[in-house]
């Protein structure tokens, strides 16, 4: 059974910075490319940073030079380091996990930019 699980959500005020962490189970972690995503109140889910299984990342623009995604293979866990944060960061963010046709999504966690 895959599980992605989310952690490292909460409240934070603009120009904070957050750490989520993802936990994956019941996959072979390393050859998957791993990915958060964020979704806000109304509007589509979109990407927002992916790294691969040989660590090369890619980032939206709207979150380059803020946001870092890492993994760690011996952990089977994927980080997303959040820093200068804004209110338009607020979404509920999912971790993904994608090899082939295998596609998998966490159940994401609720991240609050507000003063």
């Known amino acids: 059974q895959v599980q992605l699980v989310e952690s490292g959500g909460g409240l934070v005020q603009p120009g904070g910075s957050l750490r989520l962490s993802c936990a994956a189970s019941?996959?072979?972690?390393?050859?998957?490319?791993m990915g958060w995503y964020r979704q806000a109140p109304g509007k589509q889910r979109e990407l927002v940073a992916t790294i691969s299984s040989v660590s090369t990342t890619n980032y939206a623009d709207s979150v380059k030079g803020r946001f870092t995604i890492s993994r760690d293979n011996a952990k089977n866990t994927v980080y997303l380091q959040m820093n200068s944060l804004k209110p338009e960061d607020t979404a509920v963010y999912y971790c993904?996990?994608?090899?082939?046709?295998?596609?998998?999504w966490g159940q994401g966690t609720q991240v609050t930019v507000s003063s």
């Open positions: 993904n996990s994608r090899w082939l046709a295998l596609n998998y």
């Open positions: 019941g996959i072979i972690f390393s050859r998957y490319i």
